[in-house]
């Protein structure tokens, strides 16, 4: 059974730093890209990140360049994203995804629960 599970999440103030994990299992985990997304209340959910399986080819939504750091290690089945001087607009339910290809499509065919980031004072 596919698995993608996210951990790392939490209350940060403005400018703190988070790093999200996200841990594949039952798929080949160097087969696919990896994306992050995420959730704002009230907001439709938005892509922040996407790594393709092998090279590191990366790229980010415009909000979050310079700040944010996608990385996967593919011998370790996990992927991550840091998360650097946070902002209150940061704040939603951040989402793991994966595939369906190796490179980034935009529309990832697997997903995790996804875990709350909430970035407040």
């Known amino acids: 059974q596919l698995q993608l599970v996210e951990s790392g999440g939490g209350l940060v103030q403005p400018g703190g730093s988070l790093r999200l994990s996200c841990i594949g299992s039952g798929f080949t985990f160097d087969y696919y890209s990896i994306s992050w997304f995420r959730q704002a209340p009230g907001k439709e959910r938005e892509g922040v990140s996407c790594i393709e399986n092998i090279g590191g080819r990366s790229n980010y939504t415009d909000s979050v360049k310079g700040r944010f750091t996608i990385s996967r290690d593919n011998d370790e089945l996990t992927a991550y994203l840091q998360m650097n001087s946070l902002k209150p607009e940061d704040t939603g339910v951040y989402y793991c995804?994966?595939?369906?290809?190796?490179?980034?499509?935009?529309?990832?065919?697997?997903w995790g629960q996804g875990i709350q980031v909430t970035v407040s004072s």
């Open positions: 995804a994966a595939g369906p290809y190796y490179y980034c499509s935009g529309h990832p065919r697997y």
